[in-house]
């Protein structure tokens, strides 16, 4: 079953990144006013997020080994550094390097047991290796978080991690629960449309996928899936007119050869 969620780097590791660039400033600015710390300490915190900053651009941009280096002179700097080893382990997951991805997850735990963002990301690590269940009990631990900020990526990730021990009633829960979250959100309205699709309630998935072409995302995905939703609606024209778009957009894509077959079942 093809399942609709950004790459890792996106889910898990592009929102981590973005929180982390806002909360280091804030940390920053309200350490001088915990008691007993010096002015030697601030200066020392400021220098480690400065790398750490550096670090999180050059992941962004795919820049791993650079990004590697910052991370290390980061904890030459601060060794107890947790989103040191959040986003190290981050990167590692994107070199497949699977066992330290994990070893930099359990250390960042290690020092921040309930840091939700961790608890996402390392869930989401199990999740893409065949641990799903641990995953699973991971991320539930994130929803429980009253004050997490991206409770529907959360809930997204435990339904493609339903998805793949293929407990469809249970992705559908997770994915109908992101909905109400984040009603806007792209990969959300697509796996739900996906799921309507392959349960034959077209009627019900265009609604899903209507939204998502909406927004612009015109991922070959995306739109393979509503060719084939309104195939089976009858809707000739709209087949036509995404048709097009898949293949001026997306014009080497397996989702345009599979168009081109009429390979609309596989």
């Known amino acids: ?28 600015e309200g350490v001088r006013s915990e008691v007993g710390v010096s ?12 790398r750490m900053q550096l670090a999180i651009g050059y992941y ?12 290390r002179q980061a904890l030459l700097i601060s060794p107890d550094l947790v989103d040191a080893y959040d986003v190290r382990a981050l990167i590692f997951m994107d070199m497949g390097e699977k066992q330290l991805a994990e070893d930099n997850f359990l250390h960042a735990l290690k020092l921040a047991p309930n840091n939700s963002d961790i608890l996402n990301n390392y869930g989401w690590f199990l999740c893409q290796n065949g641990r799903e269940k641990q995953g699973l009990a991971y ?6 978080d009253p004050v997490y900020p991206t409770v529907a ?33 792209p990969s959300i309205n697509a796996n739900i449309a996906k799921i309507l699709h392959d349960r034959g309630e077209f009627a019900q998935a ?3 996928i209507n939204r998502v072409i909406k927004s612009e995302v ?15 609606l009858g809707d ?5 007119g995404l048709s097009t778009q898949l293949r001026r957009r997306h014009p080497s894509s397996r989702e345009y050869i599979l168009f081109q077959r009429g390979a609309f079942n596989e």
């Open 236 to 240: 000739e024209a709209a087949v036509s």
């Open 206 to 208: 265009r609604f899903y």
């Open 153 to 185: 990526k959360v809930l997204n990730n435990a339904g493609l991690c339903s998805l793949r021990i293929k407990d469809a009633p249970s992705a559908e829960r997770y994915f109908m629960q992101g909905f109400r979250e984040e009603p806007g959100n």
């Open 39 to 50: 002015d030697e300490s601030v200066e020392v915190q400021k220098r480690a997020s400065i």
């Open 60 to 71: 962004q941009q795919a820049q791993h080994k650079v990004a590697l280096e910052e991370i």
């Open 139 to 144: 991320l539930e631990r994130v929803l429980k």
């Open 1 to 28: 079953m093809k399942i609709f969620g950004m790459r890792h780097r996106f889910w898990a590791g592009l929102f981590l990144i973005l929180v982390l660039s806002a909360c280091a400033s804030k940390r920053l």
């Open 218 to 232: 015109m991922a070959a995905d995306v739109l393979w899936l509503a060719i084939k939703i309104e195939r089976q």
